[in-house]
């Protein structure tokens, strides 16, 4: 009579992951996801990914919370949200890349709507950062317009939303130390090793 209920958990697995996707492929048809999650672990840790059909709108470390983030991309996206792993394929297979060192430059759609004035035109800067090399703080505000502004660079790298993508850990300070990064100093460290090795 036991093994007859050993096989229980992997049927009741496959009928979630049954009707799950039925539930993505319906709301898809529906228009009713305005935004797609799924997560990806990666030597950094395990991220969280989020799309609108504008592109990717967020990248989260477990650090910052995965649920938190889930609700703040509701209460200033949408509430319409679903773990919907296939529309982040493309992503994840970048950052798959990437961190096998077999990608320098994503080439992702992206979203930054969840960033907004000076904050957006540091973002926009970020990327002329080539792999491999840093810059620091000051000489991204310059790029950005605003030499005085590098405080204000600090507070862009701390709320960019998108990342190792929009590579805000190839900023630092003019000393050359780290400096602050959302998914912490290891991360930071690890990302810029794996860039320096290639």
Do not use: W
């Amino acid at each position: 009579m036991t093994e007859m209920f050993t096989d229980l958990p992997e049927i009741e697995d496959a009928a979630l992951h049954r009707l799950h996707a039925r539930l993505e492929a319906a709301a898809a048809e529906a228009h009713l996801l305005d935004v797609a999650y799924r997560t990806l672990d990666t030597p950094v840790g395990t991220l969280l990914l989020a799309a609108t059909d504008a592109g990717l709108v967020r990248v989260a470390y477990p650090s910052q919370d995965h649920d938190a983030v889930l609700d703040e991309l509701a209460t200033r996206v949408s509430p319409r949200i679903l773990c919907a792993p296939a529309r982040l394929d493309l992503a994840a297979a970048e950052l798959e890349e990437y961190f096998t060192g077999r990608r320098q430059v994503f080439d992702l759609p992206l979203d930054l709507q969840l960033s907004r004035g000076f904050r957006r035109t540091v973002l926009s800067h970020l990327s002329e950062i080539g792999y491999g090399t840093t810059a620091s703080y000051a000489a991204v505000a310059v790029a950005a317009g605003n030499p005085k502004a590098v405080r204000a660079v600090g507070s862009a790298c701390a709320t960019n939303p998108l990342p190792v993508v929009v590579p805000c850990h190839r900023v630092v300070r003019s000393d050359g130390t780290l400096g602050q990064y959302a998914g912490g100093a290891a991360a930071k460290r690890a990302l810029l090793q794996l860039e320096a090795a290639a």
